[in-house]
T-cell receptor, first 111, second 117 residues
């Protein structure tokens, strides 16, 4: 059964720092991996979708990498801003299984 | 393009009562998902529909939860009777097709926060 973990559970950084969020999964037979952002009291917003054949995706200040063999993905946020404060979740789609989410990393960017 | 709509946004009920949530997906999206998100955890998939048919409901507590998508568009999730542990945010999402059939992103609604007292 696929399990997804995220480290750290919470992170607080000063504005302008570059930061890395980590996602690990136990079953490497994934179809794709998706990073989401969740603001308090709101639904999830898709940030990046990485296909199993890809190694990374970029959107603006965000870069996500995928290493299937080691069961890891990282989300890199460059030049963090207070508006980046949210919970970041990763999720994997496994063949024949459901879309499995990690518990999330709660990010606070201090002005 | 309008997003995924959900109502109500908040609901407070007593245990053993019943409750229903409504979801209207993005127009043209064939696949619809219901998730349960307990505080501090990631969302857990309850049920997914392809048009008006159920694709996977293996994690749906069928003794108390039911869901339908009669015309292949909007959907209703019902809990009867509710328990204290059902307190959570219920999220609806939609995509063009099943992710296993293509690389289609899921788009989420704002969710319904349920409190069972």
């Amino acid at each position: 059964k696929q399990e997804v973990t995220q480290i750290p559970a919470a992170l607080s950084v000063p504005e302008g720092e570059n930061l890395v969020l980590n996602c690990s999964f136990t079953d490497s037979a994934i179809y794709n991996l998706q990073w989401f952002r969740q603001d308090p009291g709101k639904g999830l917003t898709s940030l990046l979708l990485i296909q199993s054949s890809q190694r990374e995706q970029t959107s603006g200040r965000l870069n996500a990498s995928l290493d299937k063999s080691s069961g890891r993905s990282t989300l890199y946020i460059a030049a963090s801003q207070p508006g980046d404060s949210a919970t970041y979740l990763c999720a994997v789609w496994v063949y024949g299984q459901n879309f499995v989410f990690g518990p999330g990393t709660r990010l606070s960017v201090l002005p | 393009e309008a997003g995924v709509a959900q109502s109500p946004r908040y609901k407070i009920i007593e245990k053993r009562q019943s409750v229903a949530f409504w979801c209207n997906p993005i127009s043209g999206h064939a696949t619809l998902y219901w998730y349960q998100q307990i505080l501090g955890q990631g969302p857990k998939l309850l049920i997914q529909f392809q048009n008006n048919g159920v694709v996977d409901d293996s994690q749906l507590p069928k003794d108390r939860f039911s869901a339908e998508r009669l015309k292949g568009v909007d959907s209703t999730l019902k809990i009867q009777p509710a328990k204290l542990e059902d307190s959570a945010v219920y999220l609806c999402a939609s995509s063009l097709a099943l992710q296993g059939q293509g690389l289609y992103e899921q788009y989420f609604g704002p969710g319904t926060r349920l409190t069972v007292t």
